[in-house]
């Protein structure tokens, strides 16, 4: 089987992460975004994939041919000289998605959930049409954009944008899987799927739907970085809780904490719920940390506060000191001690050694 992943640009939404490093290889749970997705696919049979992008990092091509050794996989990089929408990627895959009569996956590379890949690809096959949607229930499906299916039938009839009155509660959670039909559909120009391409194929009764369960989130952006980072931690302390940090430990509160083994944490500190705690981190005494992401390498300070907040690879906050209000630091930021930092999102490399109350870019 194959996969496209739907990579896109600089990742500008997920700024300033993504100004040190690619948007598909920033740390989500320890794990680079990707390699979630990477693993989820290669469990259900995938060999080749495909990542559909407007430019091609050095840094993305290095650490991509190690997941292609150690899976015994095939990826490759389709690169758009013009961006191509969401449909005119698979024309520009087409030699690789159309190579046989198996399926391939589509998938947002911002999303996260329990992937259900496996389930979805039998439930596919067993339909015989041309393409499978997965969907997601949400409470307030006025801002999206509805599936509306046939009756007692997972058949869609149609989509509805932003409905003013209801006609349902299931959205596109932006994972397909296609039969390699659906390439005669598309042609290689900017197109998008969601408009041009799904209408066509729901008016030929050729488009499911597959409920997912659980979680989903598009990670694309920091407030939803660290909600999905929550919806996931609380999904694995249902699955497999043994991986989380034990709620047995001094330090935890409330538990849904990752702990990478090689981190150092002192004494006294409050931890949880809902923190992701990266590699080589170090936390210093009667720190408290709540809801947050620390990647790689950083350093927070003895009685520092860290809340709803992602702490950039490298960098450091001081005694004291205090992040709140989706804070974001980038690469090798340092904030001093006794500092409080709201909602603000810091360029790599700075120092920040006074207060910035009010949320905003800090260049």
């Given at each position: 089987?194959?996969?496209?992943?739907?990579?896109?640009?600089?990742?500008?939404?997920?700024?300033?992460?993504?100004?040190?490093?690619?948007?598909?290889?920033?740390?989500?749970?320890?794990?680079?975004?990707?390699?979630?997705?990477?693993?989820?696919?290669?469990?259900?049979?995938?060999?080749?994939?495909?990542?559909?992008?407007?430019?091609?990092?050095?840094?993305?091509?290095?650490?991509?041919?190690?997941?292609?050794?150690?899976?015994?996989?095939?990826?490759?990089?389709?690169?758009?000289?013009?961006?191509?929408?969401?449909?005119?990627?698979?024309?520009?895959?087409?030699?690789?998605?159309?190579?046989?009569?198996?399926?391939?996956?589509?998938?947002?590379?911002?999303?996260?959930?329990?992937?259900?890949?496996?389930?979805?690809?039998?439930?596919?096959?067993?339909?015989?049409?041309?393409?499978?949607?997965?969907?997601?229930?949400?409470?307030?499906?006025?801002?999206?954009?509805?599936?509306?299916?046939?009756?007692?039938?997972?058949?869609?009839?149609?989509?509805?944008?932003?409905?003013?009155?209801?006609?349902?509660?299931?959205?596109n959670a932006g994972?397909?899987?296609?039969?390699?039909?659906?390439?005669?559909?598309?042609?290689?120009?900017?197109?998008?799927?969601?408009?041009?391409?799904?209408?066509?194929?729901?008016?030929?009764?050729?488009?499911?739907?597959?409920?997912?369960?659980?979680?989903?989130?598009?990670?694309?952006?920091?407030?939803?970085?660290?909600?999905?980072?929550?919806?996931?931690?609380?999904?694995?302390?249902?699955?497999?809780?043994?991986?989380?940090?034990?709620?047995?430990?001094?330090?935890?509160?409330?538990?849904?904490?990752?702990?990478?083994?090689?981190?150092?944490?002192?004494?006294?500190?409050?931890?949880?719920?809902?923190?992701?705690?990266?590699?080589?981190?170090i936390i210093g005494?009667?720190?408290?940390?709540?809801?947050?992401?620390?990647?790689?390498?950083?350093?927070?300070?003895?009685?520092?506060?860290?809340?709803?907040?992602?702490?950039?690879?490298h960098s450091s906050?001081?005694?004291?000191?205090?992040?709140?209000?989706?804070?974001?630091?980038?690469?090798?930021?340092?904030?001093?001690?006794?500092?409080?930092?709201?909602?603000?999102?810091?360029?790599?490399?700075?120092?920040?050694?006074?207060?910035?109350?009010?949320?905003?870019?800090?260049?």
């Open positions: 089987m194959k996969a496209l992943i739907l990579v896109g640009g600089f990742g500008t939404r997920l700024r300033p992460l993504t100004l040190s490093v690619p948007k598909p290889l920033v740390d989500f749970a320890n794990k680079p975004m990707i390699l979630h997705q990477i693993e989820a696919l290669v469990k259900a049979g995938v060999t080749d994939i495909v990542l559909a992008v407007n430019y091609k990092p050095e840094v993305m091509v290095a650490v991509l041919k190690k997941y292609e050794e150690k899976f015994g996989i095939t990826i490759t990089f389709s690169v758009e000289s013009v961006p191509l929408g969401t449909a005119g990627p698979l024309a520009l895959a087409r030699e690789v998605l159309g190579k046989d009569d198996s399926p391939f996956f589509v998938l947002n590379a911002d999303v996260t959930c329990e992937y259900p890949f496996e389930k979805m690809r039998d439930f596919h096959l067993a339909h015989g049409c041309e393409g499978t949607i997965l969907a997601t229930t949400v409470d307030e499906p006025s801002k999206y954009g509805v599936i509306v299916v046939h009756d007692e039938t997972t058949v869609i009839d149609r989509f509805v944008e932003k409905p003013v009155e209801y006609v349902g509660n299931r959205i994972i397909y899987i296609f039969s390699p039909s659906i390439l005669d559909r598309i042609e290689l120009r900017p197109t998008s799927i969601e408009k041009e391409i799904f209408p066509q194929m729901a008016s030929d009764k050729q488009l499911h739907t597959f409920d997912l369960e659980g979680f989903w989130m598009d990670v694309g952006q920091p407030k939803d970085f660290l909600t999905g980072t929550s919806l996931y931690l609380s999904s694995l302390a249902k699955r497999s809780p043994e991986l989380l940090a034990p709620p047995t430990l001094d330090y935890i509160n409330g538990g849904n904490v990752l702990v990478h083994p090689t981190a150092k944490i002192g004494k006294g500190c409050k931890i949880g719920p809902n923190v992701t705690i990266g590699p080589n981190t005494d009667g720190v408290c940390l709540q809801r947050c992401v620390l990647m790689d390498g950083t350093h927070i300070k003895d009685h520092a506060w860290v809340k709803n907040s992602i702490v950039g690879w906050v001081g005694r004291w000191a205090r992040l709140d209000g989706v804070t974001v630091l980038g690469d090798d930021v340092h904030v001093a001690d006794e500092v409080y930092v709201n909602g603000a999102s810091v360029l790599p490399h700075k120092s920040i050694s006074s207060n910035v109350c009010e949320p905003g870019i800090v260049m």
